[in-house]
C-alpha cells in the first residue's frame, strides 16, 4: 500500500520502541524553529500538538506516555525536532512481540468451508463453491528438517495413532506434501490445490503467449519443476503450478475468498512480511534476498531485493494518515541477481532467500519507497541501505 504524502507544513512521525518502553517523536518544520515554535503533550500523554509560524498539527501518539506537558523546543539551524517519551506502564507490556507470536493472513480457521476462490483482478472463480470440504494448515517451511531429525531419533514409546493424526493432516513422516481433492492446504502467501479442483486457469512455461488449458499439455519432455499459472477470464497471473508435489499454488494477495468472519485481503507487501517474520522466527536471520519464483528468473543482472529487517514491530502514527499501523523497519538494497546468489552461497551466511514472483517483488519496492518519507530524514538511510516500512497483517 502506498503511503500518502506526509503534510506540506508541519509533518510528524512517532514510533513505539517497546524494548526501551518508549515513544520517539520526530517532527519536520517548514523551516528552522523560532519562537513562535512549541511543542506539548496533551489529552493524558495521548497526543503530541506541535505550533510553528501560525501553523498546528497534532499526532495521536502510537502509545500513551507519561509525559503530559510542554516539551523543550532547542533553538537550532536544523527544521528537525525529536523526543524520546517515556510510555505508560499500563500500554507497556501490551506490546510485547515475538516472530512465532504474527498473525497469518488468511489461515485455515480462518476460511468458510465449500468458499469459492476469485481471482481479485476480475473476480472469475478458480475454484468453485462447494469444491473445497476442509481447510488444513501446512507446516512451516523447517517441517523437513524436523522430520529428518525425528525419523534419526524416533521414540519408541508412541503409538501408529499418533503417525497416523499427522498423516491425516496431510504430511506425516511417512508422507509427502502433494495437493489432494477436495482439500485446500494453506500456508504463509499461498493456497495449495489439487488441478482437479481448479477451473478457468491457464498454465505457462514462460509468458501468457505460450498458454495452455491443463498442465498435462506441457507434456512428458517438460524439464521444470513450475509452470506459472493464469487466470483464464482476465491473464492474470495469479500462482504456480508444482511438477514436483502435483499441485496448484495460488498467491493470497491475487485471490478472494469467503472468510468465517468479515476480513479485508491481504496484498503482496503484507504477505512477504510475514514470510519474511517466518524466516526470523525459523533461522534468526535478519537478512534475506527476495529473488523471482525459478520459473521466471531471467540473467544474472534480474533485480532483486535485499532486505535487512531492523525492527520486527514498529507500531507507529503520521500524520500523514489516520490511526495507528503496524509494521516492520528494515533498510533495503535493490541488487543484482549475480550478487544476491554471492551473498547465499557461503555456508555460514546470515542471508536467506525468499522467492515471490516479480511483480509482487515491485509491489513490496514501491511500498517501501513510498513509506520512506514517513520517516525522520536522518533516519531515512545508513551507508548504502534505504530504510522503509513494510505494514504487517493484524
Request: aromatic fraction near 8%.
Amino acid at each position: 500500500m502506498a503511503a500518502p504524502m506526509p503534510n506540506a507544513g508541519i509533518s510528524i512521525y512517532a514510533e513505539l520502541l517497546s524494548n526501551i518502553r518508549q515513544v520517539s517523536a520526530g517532527v519536520a518544520l517548514p523551516s528552522p524553529p523560532d519562537a513562535s515554535t512549541s511543542a506539548e503533550v496533551v489529552d493524558g500523554g495521548r497526543r503530541l500538538r506541535v505550533r510553528h509560524q501560525g501553523r498546528s498539527q497534532v499526532l495521536h501518539l502510537p502509545a500513551a506516555v507519561t509525559v503530559s506537558a510542554a516539551l523543550a523546543v532547542p533553538k537550532a539551524a536544523s527544521a528537525e525536532l525529536s523526543w524520546r517519551l517515556p510510555v505508560s506502564p499500563a500500554e507497556a507490556s501490551a506490546t510485547r512481540f515475538s516472530p512465532e507470536d504474527q498473525a497469518v493472513p488468511w489461515n485455515s480457521a480462518d476460511i468458510k468451508v465449500g468458499s469459492s476462490i476469485c481471482c481479485r483482478e476480475c473476480a472469475s472463480a478458480v475454484v468453485h463453491g462447494g469444491k473445497i470440504g476442509s481447510w488444513k494448515d501446512l507446516p512451516s517451511e523447517n517441517w523437513a528438517e524436523m522430520m529428518e531429525f525425528w525419523h534419526c531419533h524416533k521414540p519408541h514409546d508412541h503409538g501408529d495413532h499418533e503417525d497416523e493424526a499427522q498423516a491425516n493432516r496431510g504430511y506425516g513422516a511417512n508422507s509427502a506434501i502433494t495437493a489432494q481433492p477436495s482439500v485446500g492446504f494453506v500456508d504463509i502467501t499461498s493456497f495449495m490445490f489439487a488441478e482437479s479442483d481448479c477451473d478457468g486457469l491457464l498454465f505457462s512455461s514462460s509468458t501468457p503467449a505460450t498458454f495452455s488449458a491443463s498442465s498435462l499439455a506441457m507434456g512428458e519432455g517438460f524439464s521444470r519443476n513450475f509452470l506459472r499459472v493464469f487466470c483464464g477470464s482476465c491473464s492474470t497471473e495469479v500462482g504456480l503450478y508444482s511438477t514436483l508435489a502435483l499441485s496448484v499454488t495460488l498467491f493470497k494477495w491475487q485471490v478472494t475468498c469467503e472468510t468465517v468472519s468479515p476480513s479485508r485481503a491481504p496484498s503482496g507487501p503484507e504477505c512477504l512480511a510475514s514470510a519474511l517474520l517466518a524466516t526470523i522466527s525459523r533461522s534468526g536471520c535478519a537478512k534475506s534476498v527476495i529473488a523471482p519464483h525459478v520459473s521466471e528468473k531471467g540473467n544474472a543482472s534480474t533485480r532483486v531485493l535485499y532486505l535487512w529487517v531492523l525492527n520486527a514491530n514498529v507500531v507507529y502514527t503520521s500524520s500523514a494518515f489516520e490511526g495507528r499501523r503496524v509494521a516492520m523497519k528494515m533498510l533495503f538494497q535493490e541488487i543484482s541477481l549475480d550478487e544476491g546468489n554471492k551473498l547465499m552461497e557461503p555456508l555460514a551466511s546470515d542471508v536467506q532467500d525468499i522467492n515471490m514472483p516479480t511483480k509482487a517483488i515491485e509491489a513490496a519496492l514501491q511500498a517501501l519507497k513510498s513509506s520512506k518519507v514517513l520517516l525522520p530524514e536522518r533516519e531515512r538511510s545508513f551507508k548504502d541501505w534505504n530504510a522503509g516500512l513494510l505494514e504487517r497483517w493484524a
